[in-house]
């Protein structure tokens, strides 16, 4: 079974600054997909970024971007120029690909919690 | 607009008492997914479902019920065989195949009282 490991239960950072999530993952399979979900304090679960396990070249959604080490099995978020509407739980997620399993569900990490000071 | 509808927004249970929370979905999305979300426990997955008919246990089944009559419903009941339901519960939806993330409902806030 895969895990999903976010040691920084919460973060603190100044408005447009940049900070970067750590999320750490187990896993034996070699075909993979790895999300960042934000969820707002409406609980509203928002899909911020994805990464391909295949592809060698880092995702990136304008001041969103990801660090996707495969070998080190570790997919970090950097939001850049943070702004006030940044300030949310996020949450790294692993999904199998279609010969793992790939319907079987998301694995969640257990969430960062991103403060913005303004 | 296409997307997911959990309904209702909040529901309290009375011990001893089954509730069904209720998705709906018209993205014409194969799998179907129910969450549980505590505090300090991300999300866990409960119950999911591939295919109209079919429906595998997650991780925290015990306690929960599912069906999957229709390709756009995946109704959830907490039975009083679950000792904790107090929880937020999350449903989503992806296609079956892909590089594609879930989409998620608005969930639902189930109080014991």
């Known amino acids: 079974a895969q895990t999903v490991t976010q040691s920084q239960p919460e973060m603190s950072v100044q408005e447009a600054e940049t900070v970067t999530l750590s999320c750490t993952y187990d896993t034996s399979e070699s075909d993979y997909y790895l999300f960042w979900y934000k969820q707002p304090p409406s609980r509203q679960m928002i899909l911020v970024i994805r990464?391909?396990?295949?592809?060698?070249q880092n995702a990136t959604e304008n001041r969103f971007s990801v660090n996707f080490q495969k070998a080190a099995k570790s997919f970090s978020l950097k939001i850049s120029d943070s702004q006030l509407g940044d300030a949310a739980m996020y949450f790294c997620a692993y999904r199998s690909g279609p010969g793992g399993g790939g319907a079987d569900g998301l694995t969640f990490g257990k969430g960062t919690h991103l403060i913005i000071q303004p | 607009d296409g997307g997911i509808t959990q309904s209702p927004k909040y529901l309290f249970r009375k011990e001893g008492q089954n509730v069904t929370l209720s998705c709906e979905q018209n993205?014409?999305?194969?799998?179907m997914y129910w969450y549980r979300q505590d505090p300090g426990q991300g999300l866990r997955l409960i119950y999911y479902s591939q295919i109209v008919n079919d429906f595998q246990k997650g991780d925290i089944a015990e306690g929960y019920s599912v069906s999957r009559e229709k390709k756009e419903s995946f109704p959830l009941t907490v039975t009083s065989a679950q000792k904790n339901p107090t929880a937020f519960y999350l449903c989503?939806?992806?296609?079956?195949?892909?590089?594609?993330?879930?989409?998620f409902g608005s969930g639902t806030r189930l109080t014991v009282v």
């Open positions: 993205l014409n999305h194969d799998a």
């Open positions: 990464q391909e396990a295949y592809k060698q």
């Open positions: 989503a939806s992806s296609p079956f195949f892909g590089n594609y993330g879930y989409t």
